[in-house]
Nanobody, 120 residues
Framework: QVQLVESGGGLVQPGGSLRLSCAAS????????MSWYRQVPGKEREWVAS????????NYVDSAKGRFTISRDNAKNTVYLQMNSLKREDTAVYYC?????????????WGQGTQVTVSS
């Protein structure tokens, strides 16, 4: 059974930090590129950051560059999102996604999300 379980969300003041985790099970985690997305009510889900299967490359949405860091530990089947200098506009439900593209097919799995609220 495939599972992606996010944790680490919560309430934080502007300028603060949070570290999100996404624990994977039920598939070969090290084969998959991992991403973080976020969504606020009434808006489309927004891509935030991605990391390749072996962590050789990372990418970020412009608003996250310099503040967020995505990383992974393939031995622990876990991907992380370190978020620093948080702003009110970072408030959202954060989701992790696993994706594998192979032989013209794509396998995608999503977690259930974790709420991040940035407020004083």
């Amino acid at each position: 059974q495939v599972q992606l379980v996010e944790s680490g969300g919560g309430l934080v003041q502007p300028g603060g930090s949070l570290r999100l985790s996404c624990a994977a099970s039920g598939f070969t985690f090290s084969w998959y590129a991992m991403s973080w997305y976020r969504q606020v009510p009434g808006k489309e889900r927004e891509w935030v950051a991605s990391i390749t299967s072996t962590a050789e490359s990372t990418n970020y949405v412009d608003s996250a560059k310099g503040r967020f860091t995505i990383s992974r530990d393939n031995a622990k089947n876990t991907v992380y999102l370190q978020m620093n200098s948080l702003k009110r506009e970072d408030t959202a439900v954060y989701y992790c996604k696993a994706e594998l593209r192979s032989w013209g097919q794509t396998a995608t799995y999503w977690g259930q999300g974790t709420q991040v609220t940035v407020s004083s």
